[in-house]
C-alpha cells in the first residue's frame, strides 16, 4: 500500500568532479560542470511544490563547488532539511562558513587505519578526517561517521565505534556497499556479516537502516514484484541541469530542466518512465542505498516495517524528526 504519493528526496548533484580516486566509484571519472545559484534556487522552488523534504548535496565531492555555502542556506531558507556527505580534504577550509547549514552532515570512512583508508580513497586524506572532526566539535558540529561496510572490514567497526565515534560524541552510520554499472565492490557480503551489522545497529549511537540488511538477504530488488521506488522517491538533478531516470546509477534517460521542473516531473513521458521504476533488466537484484531508502519510506510492507525503528532513532538523534512531519 502507498503511502506516500509524491517523492521525499532530491539527489542534487552539484558535480561529478572528485579530488579522491575511490576504488568503489566512478563518478569522479566523468567531465562535469558545476550547477549555478540561480538554477538552483528555480529547482527549489519546484521541489518544494512537488513535496520533496530533504535535498542531498552530492557529487563527486560536493565542497569542490566554490558556493557550496550559499546553496546550502537557499536550500534551508526554502524549509529543506539537508544532508551533505564529504571526503573531508575540504572541510577544514568551509568549516566556518557550513556552520549551522547541514541538518545531517556525514564523513566518509572506509578504515581506521590510516594506510588503508588512504588507499581506499586513492588520496592521503585520514589526517583531514581526524582534523575535520576536530574543527566540526569546536564549531558545536555534530558530524556522522559514514563507514562503508565491506566483507573485507566488517571487524573494524569495533575499533571506529569506539576511538572514533564515541570518544567525539558522534553518530556511526554503517552503509552496507553495493556494486552498480561495471563497478565491482567486492565480495558479496555474507550472512555472518550480515547477522554482526543486525547485532551493531541495536547499539546506542549507531544507525543502520534494518530492511538494507532485509534486502541483501532476499536477493535485492526484484523486478516482477519490485521494492525499489527510486523514480517516484527520489528526484536525481545532474549537473547539467537535468532530471535523471530512473536513478542516477542506471540513468536511462535524462530530461532537461530549463527551468520547469514541475511540468518535467509531471510530462507524460517522465510519469511513463516512473511507472517502470525497479522493473528494468538492470534493476534485478539491485540494493543501491540512495534510492532504496526513500523507497522504503513511501510504501507500507515489510521493508517500512523493518526501517521504522532505525529511521525514528536515527532522526531523534540528529533532532530533524519534526521537520520529517
Not at 179 to 189: A, C, F, I, K, P
Not at 191 to 219: C, M
Not at 248 to 275: D, M, P, R, T, W
Not at 313 to 325: F, V
Request: proline share 5%.
Amino acid at each position: 500500500m502507498r503511502l506516500i504519493s509524491h517523492p521525499v528526496l532530491c539527489n542534487y548533484y552539484v558535480t561529478y568532479r572528485c579530488n579522491a580516486r575511490c576504488g568503489f566509484c566512478d563518478i569522479w571519472e566523468r567531465p562535469s560542470p558545476y550547477i549555478d545559484i540561480q538554477t538552483a534556487e528555480t529547482n527549489f522552488k519546484d521541489l518544494k511544490r512537488l513535496g520533496v523534504k530533504v535535498v542531498d548535496f552530492t557529487g563527486g565531492e560536493p565542497l569542490l563547488h566554490r558556493q557550496i555555502d550559499k546553496l546550502l542556506a537557499l536550500a534551508k531558507d526554502h524549509g529543506f532539511i539537508t544532508t551533505l556527505t564529504t571526503n573531508c580534504l575540504l572541510y577544514p577550509k568551509w568549516a566556518e562558513q557550513l556552520k549551522g547549514k547541514i541538518d545531517m552532515l556525514h564523513f566518509s570512512l572506509d578504515s581506521p587505519d590510516k594506510e588503508e583508508h588512504n588507499r581506499s580513497r586513492g588520496v592521503a586524506c585520514y589526517d583531514f578526517l581526524i582534523e575535520s572532526i576536530a574543527k566540526a566539535k569546536l564549531l558545536g558540529e555534530k558530524p556522522d561517521i559514514l563507514f562503508t561496510i565491506f566483507e573485507t572490514n566488517v571487524h573494524q567497526i569495533e575499533d571506529v565505534y569506539n576511538n572514533i565515534c564515541k570518544p567525539n560524541g558522534l553518530v556511526l552510520i554503517l552503509n552496507p556497499v553495493f556494486d552498480y554499472h561495471e563497478v565491482s565492490t567486492g565480495e558479496r557480503l555474507s550472512d555472518s556479516t550480515l547477522l554482526k551489522l543486525q547485532e551493531w545497529a541495536r547499539k546506542p549511537g549507531v544507525y543502520l537502516n534494518e530492511a538494507f540488511i532485509q534486502l541483501r538477504k532476499d536477493g535485492g530488488n526484484h523486478v516482477n514484484k519490485p521494492v525499489c521506488k527510486a523514480g517516484s522517491s527520489t528526484i536525481v538533478i545532474s549537473p547539467e541541469n537535468e532530471l535523471v531516470l530512473p536513478c542516477y546509477h542506471l540513468g536511462i534517460k535524462s530530461f532537461a530542466i530549463n527551468g520547469n521542473l514541475y511540468q518535467v516531473y509531471k510530462s507524460e513521458e517522465v510519469q511513463k518512465l516512473i511507472s517502470l521504476e525497479g522493473k528494468f533488466p538492470q534493476c534485478e537484484g539491485c540494493t543501491i542505498n540512495c534510492y532504496m531508502q526513500p523507497s522504503f519510506a513511501v510504501e507500507l510492507n515489510k521493508y517500512w516495517w523493518k526501517a521504522l525503528p532505525s529511521t525514528i532513532k536515527y532522526n531523534r538523534m540528529k533532532g530533524t524528526w519534526k521537520q520529517l512531519l
